[in-house]
Every structure is written in C-alpha cells, then in structure tokens.
C-alpha cells in the first residue's frame, strides 16, 4: 500500500428495517465513506432497489486509513458473512461490534504511521553495513515466526478442505452454495522462444534499453516448515491430485450436504485466520523495516538491499506489436479453457451463530489442538 492509497474516511453500519412490522433483519452492512461523501450519501445508494428501510445504526469517524478498518472488521466477522458486506448481527451484538470498532482504529492508526516511516525510508540507499540485534528485535523476529507458522497451517488446511469440496463434486459444477467450478479462457502468450528461433534478426532489433530503476528488496529472516509443524498435514497436501479436473463437464451444482457444509466450515474459518495472520505479518515487518532503518541488515533478523539496478536491454514484445502487427499476431498462442474454482467467502444458507469473536483462534487454542480439529473433521467424514 503506498500513501495515496491512505484515506481517511468513517464506517458506518446499517441495518435493514421491515416497513409493515418495524422489525429489523438481524443482517447488518459495513461499509465506508470516504472524501467528500458521507454515511448518509452511501445508505441512499444502498436504499436504491431495497424494500426495507435501510438505517445507519453506528459511526466510527475520522478512521486514518478506512477501508483498512472496514476489511478488518470484515475479516474477523467471517463466520457471520451473509453475502457481500452484509453480516448476520443481532441488535444486542451491535455495541460490541462499535466497541470493538473503535479499538481496531486505534490499531489502524499505529499501522498507517509505521507504514509513513517505513516508506521513506525505502527510497534511501542502504549503508552496506550490517549490525547486531536486540533484544527487542529479535522478539519481533520471534513474533512474526509465529505468525507465519499460522498463516503456513491455516493456509494448508484451507487447500485441503477446498480439494475434498472438488472431489464432493464429482465431476460436476461444483456444490449449491459452497463451491463452484466454471470455464474461463485460458488466454494468449506471445511465443518468444519460437520467434527468437524463426526471426533471430527481428527479435535483436526489438531489443530495448531498460533503464536503470530502483530496487528496494526487504527480508526478514523468519521461516515456517509445513512438515515440522504437522507431519499429517504435509502428507494430505501431498495426495491433493495434480489434475483434479480430470473428466469434468459442466452440469448441475450438487446439493448442499452436511459433509460439504462441515468442510465449508473449517474452510471459512481458517480463511479468516490466514487473513489475520498476513495483517499481523504486514505490520511486524514494517516494524522491523524501521529497526533496520539505513543498515544492510540486522544480523540474523533482517536484511534490506536498497538501490539502483543497472541498464540493461531486453526484448520487448510491444515493439513488435507496433512495427509488425501481423507477425505479432502468427506468434499468439491461444491458451486452452481452464476450469476456475472458487469457495464461496460467505455463507448464503442458514448457520447457527456463534458468539462473535475478535481475536485469532490461535490465541485460545493451541496450535495442535486446531490442527487436530480440522483433521478430525476430516476423518469423522471418511473424507481421506
């Protein structure tokens, strides 16, 4: 994100109202205003085409960088997510949600200033010098370990459940509600090497000058191994088939079952989980990007390489594009169809609730124990 993408803005959240009873949904919508619109010009808009009364119920204003606050809201109401931006909410719920709201601006206000300081310190040269850690940066170093361990864990368990969706599935479209598999064209590529090969002159004369440009590369030394955090689960990523595809024709979506809902369900969760790992990872390391400041690198912790990259020529297809359309186009391949899937990010089928929470599951239960839970899902459905 660089500081043009920063806006400040408020959030507002609005529930529907039924005309004839004056009973409100229980579905609450969070979104943004930002610039010269207010909460009141977004609700008009959502009022268009909506037979209940649209109400705004909460404010929070003068939030740094809105639209990051709204996609952490977003995120830790996952397991609420109707459709959209509109979540299942009770009334009673909605002080929680406000307070909760507020806190979150707090912390989106500390992640706009680290990322101010940050960026500034990307377009400065490195000194070349490198110097020892502290205490404090080696925490940091620790903590962002750890957020990556849970990112690594949540993300697989996400890949695992989307694999036994697909099998559900058969050979169909995919599941009602929870999956769905479609066609989309693979697109074209220029095929070079097949040019360089038939036009060796041609492809030397599109050869173009890149001038030298900046090059700012940030590492933090922090790593995550699958297979020692869950031997289990790095062996069932392992058995995910490389063609899941194979044999598939377009058809009727299944029905939804209590299995797909079941896996549906471990797969949102963990959605959520990885979502609030990469923020948590995101802001560890422009913390550490400050610690490193104009050095090299932070021994055992960090390194950033800041600097210009040398002139250098490379081939460039748009040059050939323009000056000889037509053997441009005798060298675009057009790529076959590909099937496209995607779980769906919400739940657009009735849930039980669950109490709302705003912490990560990882905070309450032990790395194991989540683990165990998703396999024994998993198992209980004689899935694998």
């Known amino acids: 994100m660089s500081k043009k993408f920063i806006r400040v803005g408020e959030i507002y959240l609005t529930g529907e109202k039924n005309r004839f009873t004056k009973q409100f949904s229980g579905n609450i919508k969070i979104g943004i205003a930002q610039e010269k619109q207010t909460s009141e010009d977004r609700s008009k808009k959502h009022q268009t085409g909506n037979s209940h009364e649209i109400i705004i119920l909460a404010k929070i204003k003068d939030v740094s960088d809105a639209l990051v606050l709204e996609q952490k809201l977003h995120t830790y109401l996952t397991m609420r997510r109707l459709y959209g931006e509109w979540f299942v909410i009770s009334e009673d719920e909605l002080p929680l949600l406000e307070a909760y709201g507020i806190i979150l601006k707090d912390q989106v206000q500390v992640s706009v200033e680290l990322l101010q300081n940050s960026m500034g310190i990307g377009e400065i040269k490195d000194n070349g010098l490198t110097r020892e850690a502290t205490n404090e940066e080696i925490n940091l170093l620790n903590k962002l370990t750890i957020q990556k361990e849970r990112l690594l864990i949540s993300s697989n368990i996400c890949k695992v459940c989307k694999a036994e969706l697909i099998k559900l599935a058969g050979l169909g479209s995919g599941i009602e509600d929870i999956l769905s598999i479609t066609t989309k064209s693979g697109g074209k590529y220029f095929d070079k090497d097949r040019f360089m090969k038939d036009h060796p002159e041609l492809y030397e004369a599109c050869m173009v000058e890149k001038p030298e440009g900046w090059e700012s590369k940030f590492t933090a030394q922090a790593k995550a191994n699958l297979k020692s955090l869950s031997p289990e689960l790095a062996e069932l990523i392992k058995k995910i088939p490389t063609d899941v595809h194979a044999g598939r024709k377009k058809s009727k979506k299944l029905d939804r079952n209590e299995i797909a809902t079941q896996l549906h369900y471990q797969y949102l969760k963990h959605i959520r989980e990885e979502e609030l790992a990469k923020s948590a990872i995101h802001e560890l390391e422009l913390a550490l990007k400050l610690r490193t400041g104009e050095y090299l690198a932070i021994e055992g912790v960090s390194s950033w390489k800041r600097g ?59 790395r194991e124990e989540i683990i165990n839970e998703s396999l024994t899902v998993l198992k209980k459905e004689n899935v694998y």
């Not at 020529?313 to 995607?342: C, G, H, M, R």
């Open 308 to 366: 210009l990259t040398p002139v250098k020529k490379e081939f460039s297809s748009s040059t050939l594009q323009s000056n000889y359309p037509d053997i441009f186009a005798k060298y675009q391949v057009q790529k076959p169809d590909v099937w496209d899937t995607e779980v769906e990010k919400y739940r657009p089928y009735q849930f039980d609730k669950e109490e709302i929470s705003f912490e990560s599951i990882y905070h309450v239960s032990s």
